[in-house]
């Protein structure tokens, strides 16, 4: 009687083992093939308009640089800022490290790409820090940004300048 008390137990425990795990795949892949949610989206574009207010406020530039959400970064980059030959300047964004912290990749990291954009538009290609010197860190202030040291070692900006110094 024990026995069979405790097979059942057992039983039940696999089944909800097991539905547990499908629902964490389901999860994942869900994640994996669907765009961002509406919820994040509007948090990007509502930080995207705050950005493009104080860009022009403090700096008195009025372009606005687009951000894009990408599956093709590298997994250890949250975001970058991409200098074009034909002088495009573009800010990606990680989407998979959305999944760990929405607020983080919003309040951080797009401030702190925003930041290396206007220092490409005001033809600051400057590589100290990997490109975070002093000018970066004031405007990455400025933008209200939270992840503005200089000590930040990691490569997230990609400066393609042939055609800038002919
Ligand atoms: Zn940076």
């Given at each position: ?6 097979r ?33 989206q ?99 202030k400025?933008?209200?940004g ?21």
């Amino acid at each position: 009687m024990f026995i069979q008390q405790l097979r059942n137990f057992f039983l039940i425990v696999v089944i909800f083992a097991s539905i547990l795990l499908a629902y964490i795949w389901y999860d994942d892949y869900h994640f994996a093939t669907n765009p961002l949610s509406k919820n994040i989206q509007n948090k990007i574009y509502q930080k995207h308009e705050e950005l493009r207010i104080l860009t022009y406020k403090h700096f008195n530039i009025k372009r606005v640089f687009p951000i894009n959400i990408s599956e093709k970064l590298d997994s250890n980059k949250f975001g970058m800022a991409v200098y074009s030959k034909d002088g495009q300047i573009n800010i990606y964004l990680n989407k998979n490290r959305f999944k760990e912290n929405e607020n983080y990749m919003i309040n951080d990291v797009i401030p702190h790409e925003y930041a290396h954009a206007i220092m490409f538009e005001l033809g600051n290609f400057s590589k100290q820090n990997n490109g975070h010197p002093k000018k970066w860190q004031f405007i990455c202030k400025k933008l209200n940004g939270l992840r503005c040291d200089r000590f930040v070692n990691n490569n997230d900006i990609l400066i393609e300048k042939t055609n800038i110094f002919k």
